[in-house]
């Protein structure tokens, strides 16, 4: 840790210091993995991976580590058995490196949480379950790829899709025709109610038309 506070800066260091070191474990991880991949890997002896000195290694430091770690028979058992399992791997991983073990314990810890305590939102769910949650550190649950979508090619997946839609149009066509049968026969119920006059009509000063043709004829 002094040697991050010597490169960066922050009044509050203290703070980050159990995310950062997380940080820097998955890292150091990582790199390793790569140099087990790039460097160690495609050699075939102990000599060719001495020789096979990566860019900024010192070559004693690179023994040390192909020595003391890479060509150890615990490090070699390891790694043949996670290359194994990925190769029999029935689904695909596409968590990150948590496995499948662990996702499957910690959603039944999140059900575990749920059931015992149904009034907790989503946040408060995982907070209880994985501890406070950072803007840079989230954890999710719930939608994604489900189980089944593995057990059926894309094709298959999309077919259904569109099998779906297509159904869920044919609803939307069938319930437009019904609101326009619908509309018709207010209307035609509208204008059937409509009130007939038989009354004869009225010039503007309040006279029947009828009145006025009588007095005509009766002045010639």
């Known amino acids: 840790m002094n040697v991050l506070q010597e490169c960066f800066f922050n009044s509050n260091i203290e703070l980050y210091r159990e995310h950062t070191l997380e940080h820097m474990s998955a890292l150091w991880t990582a790199w ?44 070699q058992k390891t790694s043949n058995q996670n290359s ?59 939608g994604g790829m489900k189980r089944k979508h593995f057990n059926c090619s894309q094709a298959t997946y999309i077919k259904d899709l569109e099998a779906k839609l297509h159904e869920k149009e044919e609803e939307n066509n069938n319930l437009k025709r019904r609101m326009d049968g619908i509309e018709s026969r207010l209307a035609k119920i509208e204008n059937e109610n409509q009130p007939m006059s038989d009354e004869p009509a009225i010039d503007g000063e309040g006279w029947h038309t009828s009145s006025i043709l009588l007095s005509a004829t009766m002045l010639q």
């Open 84 to 142: 194994t399992n990925r190769v029999n791997g029935v689904m695909p991983h596409r968590t990150g490196s948590k496995p499948h073990r662990q996702l499957i314990y910690d959603m039944d810890e999140i059900v575990k949480t749920i059931q015992s305590t149904a009034s907790l939102s989503h946040i408060e769910v995982v907070e209880k379950c994985f501890g406070p949650q950072r803007h840079s550190h989230v954890f999710g649950f719930r």
């Open 32 to 75: 390793k993995s790569s140099l087990n991949v790039n460097y160690v890997r495609p050699c075939k002896t102990k000599a060719e991976v001495l020789k096979n000195v990566p860019q900024g290694f010192n070559a004693k430091e690179w023994e040390w580590l192909v020595t003391n770690k890479f060509l150890t028979d615990e490090f």
